[in-house]
């Protein structure tokens, strides 16, 4: 199962550029990982990490995805913002009204997921999610 930290970013790269290839889409959320582990002084381990869909092992992994999380609205002053993960959904699953209400119950379910440093705030959010998909058995394949 992948982690929904990597179903998220996926969502908000097939909403943003529905005409690309998979091997574009990827190719852009590489770039928005590089320029978060530049910008929050993480490492290229770091980056390979998250795109091998591993759990944050330190501070620069963690950054990364909070600042991902942040620039595409669905963390919050360290939280989940659940209407902008619906928002991603939305544009990401055209409309799709059970995909979309999947997107929001898991975040819902993560809402009081959070920590006064953001980026163990993004850990825990993403933490969760992982959580609250397994337990509902649920594959981001299917999504």
């Known amino acids: 199962m992948k982690s929904f930290i990597v179903f998220v970013f996926v969502c908000c790269i097939i909403g943003l550029s ?6 574009q889409r990827v190719e852009m959320f590489l770039k928005m990982a590089n320029e978060c582990a530049k910008k929050e002084g993480a490492t290229s381990a770091d980056v390979d990490e998250l795109a091998a869909h591993k759990a944050a092992s330190g501070k620069g992994g963690k950054c990364i995805r909070a600042c991902i999380a942040e620039n595409v609205g669905i963390m919050k002053n360290n939280q989940v913002d659940v209407e902008g993960t619906v928002n991603v959904a939305t544009m990401a699953f055209e409309g799709d009204a059970n995909k979309v209400q999947t997107a929001r119950d898991l975040a819902s379910a993560c809402v009081s997921e959070t920590d006064s440093d953001r980026c163990e705030a993004a850990a825990k959010i993403f933490a ?11 594959s981001f394949d299917d999504l």
């Not at 529905?18 to 091997?23: C, D, T, Y």
């Not at 969760?128 to 649920?138: I, M």
């Open 128 to 138: 969760c999610g992982r959580s609250v998909a397994k337990d509902r058995g649920l």
């Open 18 to 23: 529905e005409s690309l290839s998979k091997e």
